[in-house]
């Protein structure tokens, strides 16, 4: 069994307590960045007993679990850089969709590529994500519009994460957009017939004057409940359409985007065990409302980051980047925003007993930066990550950085 000894760090990241599901993020502050040392003791974090195989000079480091990227539409096909500059000179997301772009356009492109170059493609961004310090992420369904082409999805997905170095999950996103040919409603009877014949981790919907209602997502939270599912939510992302409540009353693991939450709602959210996941990638990029980031995090709120990762409104694959953009756009501390990316995005994925935070006994997923944790936002569009390490294996480590682990036990 291999044993790494990570030494001499100047900033560990660590909660206040071992065994935590999730951190409320006014808890935050709670977390120390203190200087020490870490075992990997096979692949999972281990106590110092005996030699060392392998001694990781840290000094300079900070030593972070591994990112948790829990909301990504991966894998899909091509990109949509078109409708971007549509975008920015003026062109709304909703007159973009309703004109045959969107998710319309994705679906085409993805059904008329290969599975190969389907996966090519997934693997190349998963491998850019792996160098930004992502060392598991949630992939959705989504760009299929057909019972058939979900199926492929959930395929194509679970395909992909034999083929990453990343641990990841699988997400039914089949109320994504009503195919044409479909009414809402009678879409929804084949959402629940892909629930029953599909091997997904969770269940989500899309709500939105483009795609669903308040009445799917109920229903969709009938249909996960029967089959013991999670279930995630896109709500009030460019209107207010006070789903929130629906989706508090589904038990629903987490509520994602927010930029028009209501200020009724975001006390009995962040009272809930509902996670709130802000996507602050597609916000700046599409322009679109702020969340009530800060005031989410000092009601208590159990607050979580995801890039949105996908080829319309968030082709942003960087852990990194959306920490700086929740900093300067939120005000968040950076405590706050490792939190919302760490522990929390882990228990959004139900995976916090396995990532998410450095405690013996969870899977040695670790990353070090070569600077302090307070640079990551501060130093923007920069990536500080010089090394990852998946299940105690270093996976990636940039070559100027090579020399830290060249030191032998």
Partial sequence: MTT???????????????????????????????????????????????EVSLRVDARGCTVLPGFVDCHTHLPFAGWRADEYEMKVTGVPYEQIARSGGGIASSARAFGAASDEAILAQ?????????TTGTTTFEGKTGYGLSVDAERRAVRLGRALGEQVEQSTRV?????????????????????????DTTDVDALDIYVETVAFANEHLERLGRIAAARGLPLRAHVEQFAANRSVPVALAA??????????????????LAASETAAVLLPGAEFLGDEALAPARALADAGAICVLGTDLNPGTSPVASIPAIVG?????????????????????AYVLGMSDEVGSLETGKRADVILLDTPAAHLPYRFARNPVCAVFVAGRPVWVRPDSAWRLEGGA
Avoid at 122 to 130: K, P, V, Y
Avoid at 257 to 267: R, V
């Fill in 171 to 195: 997400t039914g996103l089949f109320a994504h957009a009503v195919p044409t040919g479909f009414t809402a409603d009678a879409w929804m009877d084949e959402v629940e017939r892909l629930a």
């Fill in 325 to 345: 953009l929740a900093v300067r756009r939120y005000g968040w501390s950076v405590r706050e925003a490792l939190l919302a990316c760490t522990l929390n995005a």
């Fill in 4 to 50: 790494v000894w990570i030494a001499g760090a100047d900033e560990v990241l660590r909660p206040p307590e071992d065994g935590l599901p999730y951190l409320r993020h006014d808890r935050a502050e709670q977390m120390t960045l203190e200087g020490g040392d870490l075992l990997l003791d096979g692949d999972a974090i281990g106590t110092f007993s005996g």
């Fill in 122 to 130: 997934a693997r190349t961004i998963a491998g850019e994500m792996l």
């Fill in 251 to 268: 038990g629903a693991r987490s509520v994602d985007h927010l930029a028009c939450l209501q200020p009724e709602d975001l006390g009995p």
